[in-house]
């Protein structure tokens, strides 16, 4: 069996990489399958490889959806980025009362943002992609969710009076977690309430307050460090 590689990819293989015929590769599907293949045949526009091996590799759990509040200028490449690189499986771009951007070109975004997962999956050697999601609005968001035994919803807010460390420990084994994250100026006291109302811990971060990249980056990987393997 052959799979053949075109697009992007083949630059990377063969300038960054530097691969060459006869090289051994590791490919993935996105979706948890892990490739051992051998160059056969390479040029401008593609690469054949040999398959060696196949081997269905188990995806992390929990599974963690993480809902960011959209911030200003750039700053969503770098969360998506590296919210990739924690192991995150989704993201959900959201419209809160205290956006202050206004997304153009909506679909155009949403791949750039679903480009950078790909890079960033590729780059940390993982065996799933990420899924970017369409941009929602907050309540519709909110408005939407089913309890369920098995997730964890968290919504780290400055008001907050549980540690998310006590709130991770009191729910070890969960299958799914979504975690709120809100742009610069944080969640409304409003919009902390509804999600209280719809089963969101209020969880602390600790004393200072952080910016939304850097709140992002500190609870995944805080879930990360709590929920892998000891």
Sequence with gaps: ???????????????????KIGDDLLLYDGQGTEYQVKIAHMDRSSIR?????????????PRVTLVQGLPKSDKMDMIVQKATELG??????LVTERTIVKIRDEEKRITRWQK?????????????IP???????FQDFVASL?????????????????PIKSVL??????????????????????????????????????????RTETASIAVLSMILYETSPQ
């Excluded at 089913?146 to 549980?162: F, R």
């Design 169 to 210: 420990h009191g729910n070890e084994g969960v299958k799914n977690i979504i975690v709120l994250i809100g742009p610069e100026g944080g969640f409304s006291k409003a919009e902390a309430e509804v999600a209280d109302e719809k089963g969101f811990y209020l969880v602390s971060l600790g004393p200072n307050i952080l």
């Design 1 to 19: 069996m052959v799979i053949t590689i075109s697009g992007e990819d083949v630059r990377h293989i063969e300038t960054v990489l530097r691969m």
């Design 49 to 61: 490889t040999e398959i060696v091996s196949r081997t269905k590799r188990e995806i992390r759990s």
């Design 146 to 162: 089913v309890s369920h035994p098995s997730s964890l919803n968290l919504l780290p807010w400055e008001e907050g009076t549980q």
């Design 88 to 93: 995150v499986a989704e993201i959900i771009p």
């Design 116 to 128: 950078i997962c790909r890079e960033a999956a590729m780059q940390s050697s993982r065996i799933d």
């Design 131 to 137: 899924w970017v999601r369409g941009v929602q609005k």
